[in-house]
């Protein structure tokens, strides 16, 4: 048991306890985000508001430019999507309702992928992080969760197929950074868009019936 827990943890004995703390708390609410996300409820921006924040401050203490990207865009897309998702009608209901991408909604999730492996990408010559593998996967799974943020935005149900996705290939990708519990945070994660997915898709199901 003790080398299961050295193989999983035995990086976090280099690290301060503010960082183990922080990343702890990040987690946490991180996972509140996802699962307020998954239950179609507005307090998902607030939520994720505190763990990418925290998240920002973290990467670039550990020289993670790209997750500080990620978690910084993460940031400014709560921002945008808490103000779109406040949007309330003459009858107090939700003006922005769980929906299916329309086809230039598919073009700007292509242009907005492209964008954000090109700038990952820059920004990884710039800090010379090429040298490591796991930098070329970075470009990749960044414009997976670029799309899937903004797709969250605008109450997109393809928004958890992007997400799902970069969760899966994070899971290992944080664990060859050392970052343990952010890996196994991932795992959780992808659980919980899975059931998020089902769940919008039954709803959008619904309205679907309603409107024929």
């Known amino acids: 048991m003790s ?3 050295n193989f999983l ?3 976090y004995k280099d690290y301060s306890t503010l960082h183990i703390v922080l990343e ?3 987690i946490i609410f991180a996972t509140f985000s996802v699962i307020y996300s998954w239950k179609n409820n507005i307090l998902t921006y607030p939520t994720g508001l505190v763990s990418t924040g925290i ?3 973290m990467m670039l203490q550990w020289n993670l430019y790209g ?4 978690n910084a865009y993460y940031f400014y897309m709560s921002i945008y999507g808490w103000l779109l998702w406040s949007k ?3 009858t107090n209901h ?3 309702k769980i929906s299916s991408t329309t086809p230039a909604e598919r073009v700007n999730c292509i242009i907005i992928f492209g964008a954000s492996v090109v700038g990952i990408s820059a920004v990884y010559i710039y800090f010379d992080k090429f040298t490591y593998w ?3 996967v970075d470009t990749f799974i960044t414009g997976l969760f670029f799309v899937g943020m903004w797709l969250m935005a605008k109450r997109k149900i393809e928004n958890w197929l992007f997400l799902i996705l970069g969760d899966i290939i994070a899971i290992p990708l944080f664990f060859f950074k050392g970052y343990t519990l952010t890996s196994i945070l991932n795992i959780l994660l992808t659980i919980i868009a899975i059931y998020g997915y089902l769940s919008w898709k039954k709803t959008l199901q619904s309205e679907k019936q309603l409107l024929t």
Do not use: G, H, P, S
Not at 67 to 70: H, K, L, N, V, W
């Open 94 to 96: 939700n003006l922005l």
């Open 24 to 26: 702890i708390i990040a």
């Open 134 to 136: 796991w930098a070329y």
């Open 67 to 70: 997750d500080m990207i990620i």
């Open 88 to 90: 309330k009608d003459t």
């Open 9 to 11: 943890f035995a990086q």
């Open 55 to 57: 998240f920002v401050y």
């Open 3 to 5: 080398e299961i827990f």
